[in-house]
T-cell receptor
Framework: GAVVSQHPSWVICKSGTSVKIECRSL??????MFWYRQFPKQSLMLMAT?????????EQGVEKDKFLINHASLTLSTLTVTSAHPEDSSFYICSASVLGPYNEQFFGPGTRLTVL | AQKVTQAQTEISVVEKEDVTLDCVYETRDTTYYLFWYKQPPSGELVFLIR??????QNEISGRYSWNFQKSTSSFNFTITASQVVDSAVYFCALSDLEVSSSNTGKLIFGQGTTLQVKP
């Protein structure tokens, strides 16, 4: 089956630093990748949608300059949390999809970010 | 606007009981997909089922069954003879059926239902 990896699986950083999270589709080429954020005991909230080679589309209320998304290839998308603050602590999940009849997204295992 | 509502925040049952998780959705689209995902404590989402709006047949997979009713915009999930390993957060989600340049197929998730199955 389609496998999506995320790296790192968890990260602890100091306030003010930037953190990069990678999302890779390991055995398929993803036309679209999605980034979600999940706070404890809450649902997944879509942050942005990215297509390879083009700028990401951010959901309303998500700061583009805060959460930089790069989708440089059909197998890799990165999310950089710039100048992270404690309120950015969350579980970040990516998913990758392929254009096709089933609209299926394959989810990564998630990255837990803790900002001290 | 699209919306998914899971009114049950938490459910607690004793092992071997049957349990139904409710999902009600709103969409103006006539074609769409509905999904159920399981999120165990590890955090990784596990895909359970996808149903398109054309197919209202109920589905059974082992102890799991799904009841899709377009008339009430509901897509309920039943676990029969629940087990401790079923303890997790369950999400219902909705997406457009057809992916195009104006529709990326993004998923709209419900709030999730935390299921606790006690031994």
């Amino acid at each position: 089956g389609a496998v999506v990896s995320q790296h790192p699986s968890w990260v602890i950083c100091k306030s003010g630093t930037s953190v990069k999270i990678e999302c890779r589709s390991l055995d398929f080429q993803a036309t679209t990748m999605f980034w979600y954020r999940q706070f404890p005991k809450q649902s997944l909230m879509l942050m942005a949608t990215s297509n390879e080679g083009s700028k990401a589309t951010y959901e309303q209320g998500v700061e583009k300059d805060k959460f930089l998304i790069n989708h440089a290839s059909l197998t890799l998308s990165t999310l950089t949390v710039t100048s992270a603050h404690p309120e950015d602590s969350s579980f970040y999940i990516c998913s990758a999809s392929v254009l096709g009849p089933y609209n299926e997204q394959f989810f990564g295992p998630g990255t837990r970010l803790t900002v001290l | 606007a699209q919306k998914v509502t899971q009114a049950q925040t938490e459910i607690s049952v004793v092992e071997k009981e049957d349990v139904t998780l409710d999902c009600v959705y709103e969409t103006r689209d006539t074609t769409y997909y509905l999904f159920w995902y399981k999120q165990p404590p590890s955090g990784e989402l596990v895909f359970l089922i996808r149903r398109n709006s054309f197919d209202e047949q109920n589905e059974i997979s082992g102890r799991y069954s799904w009841n899709f009713q377009k008339s009430t915009s509901s897509f309920n999930f039943t676990i029969t003879a629940s087990q401790v390993v079923d303890s997790a957060v369950y999400f219902c989600a909705l997406s457009d059926l057809e992916v195009s340049s104006s529709n990326t197929g993004k998923l709209i998730f419900g709030q999730g239902t935390t299921l606790q199955v006690k031994p």
